[in-house]
């Protein structure tokens, strides 16, 4: 059974950093691409970023891109997503996810990640 924990998540002020890490376990990490996804109240779970299995192919939002990074550890079976620059709209539940093996290249659609983790909350202050 794979299992994805999300950590790291907190209180930040606006303008300021956080790394989120997940820690996956029970399959063969690196045949998956990995996301992280956000949830604020009110509003639908969306993709913030990807990466794909190797690494070489990476996905962000249009209102991250420059300011959030997503990485992995194959070796660790670790996923991180460093965000700077920070503003009180990317407060939400932040979720990791596992891609569907059987999916090619890296999704933004919800639907084809199988495993996700309990999520883990950033509130950005003004």
């Known amino acids: 059974q794979v299992q994805v924990v999300e950590s790291g998540g907190g209180l930040v002020q606006a303008g300021g950093s956080l790394r989120l890490s997940c820690a996956a376990s029970g399959r063969t990490f690196s045949r998956d691409a990995m996301g992280w996804f956000r949830q604020a109240p009110g509003k639908e779970r969306e993709i913030v970023a990807a990466?794909?299995?190797?690494?070489?192919?990476?996905y962000y939002t249009d209102s991250v891109k420059g300011r959030f990074t997503i990485a992995r550890d194959n070796a660790k079976n670790m996923v991180y997503l460093q965000m700077n620059s920070l503003k009180p709209e990317d407060t939400a539940v932040y979720y990791c996810a596992v891609q569907q093996t059987s999916i090619a290249g890296v999704s933004r659609t919800v639907a084809h990640y199988d495993v996700w983790g309990q999520g883990t909350q950033v509130t950005v202050s003004s």
């Open positions: 990466i794909s299995r190797s690494t070489s192919t990476t």
